[in-house]
């Protein structure tokens, strides 16, 4: 039985990094990662290994590649390898909808493909390494690349907080797949911390499909 190989790179985001774009949308704020509670690796510190890495889609059918994977200090930037397993293993031997999961979900990746399904939403915006102010107006953008939701409308947009291991709904009306993006307003009260995800619901043939955002980062606002 082949098996597929994927590699996972983690920018661990307890660096301070900056980017150009202000509250006024001209500029991005700066982001004081280093004193910025909840990074991707759920604290400043870098911990010297993390106890789990999950595969699953949506929290269905997870399927734990690697335990006690150990952290090298020193590091702004870490890769795995992993063997997928086989298709008599996965959940569902070709899907749009598989994410990795670090520490059970304090750290989730974005959405990805296994086996080339020919389905599925990709939510490119936002990108690697975000930053976002609370109360800002930010854009979500997806694609869908083969077709499959024209019709379709997409349900709701929630937030998932990585620190509190919590889902906080933030749209709940029909919004077109087809239109590709949608802005959207962050709640003020959100926590100055990294790893947030955004999560977007379709029905597709009857049945809910999740699909999540990068990891991005909030700080609060100027």
């Known amino acids: 039985m082949k098996f597929l190989i994927i590699q996972l790179l983690i920018t661990v985001l307890f660096l301070t990094y900056a980017f150009s774009h202000p509250k006024n949308h001209n500029h991005k704020p700066t982001c004081d990662i280093s004193s910025n509670p909840g990074s991707l690796l759920i604290k400043p510190d870098v911990p010297s290994s993390l106890d789990k890495v999950q595969l699953a889609i949506t929290y269905d059918g997870i399927i734990v590649l690697k335990t006690n994977v150990a952290l090298k200090p020193g590091k702004d930037k870490y890769s795995f390898t992993f063997t997928v397993p086989d298709n008599t293993t996965l959940p569902s031997p070709s899907d749009a909808r598989y994410e ?116 991005f980062s909030v700080t609060t606002a100027i």
């Open 100 to 215: 990795i999961g670090f520490d059970d979900w304090k750290l989730t990746s974005g959405t990805f493909s296994i086996n080339h399904p020919k389905f599925g939403l990709t939510i490119y915006e936002p990108r690697i390494k975000e930053c976002y102010e609370a109360s800002e107006t930010v854009t979500i953008r997806w694609e869908d690349p083969f077709h499959k939701y024209q019709r379709i409308d997409i349900t709701k947009i929630d937030i998932y907080n990585n620190v509190a291991q919590q889902w906080t709904n933030l749209v709940s009306k029909s919004i077109p797949v087809r239109h590709g993006q949608y802005d959207i307003t962050l709640p003020k009260t959100l926590a100055k911390q990294n790893g947030y995800v955004f999560g977007i619901l379709v029905k597709r043939n009857g049945k809910d499909e999740h699909y999540y955002s990068n990891p």
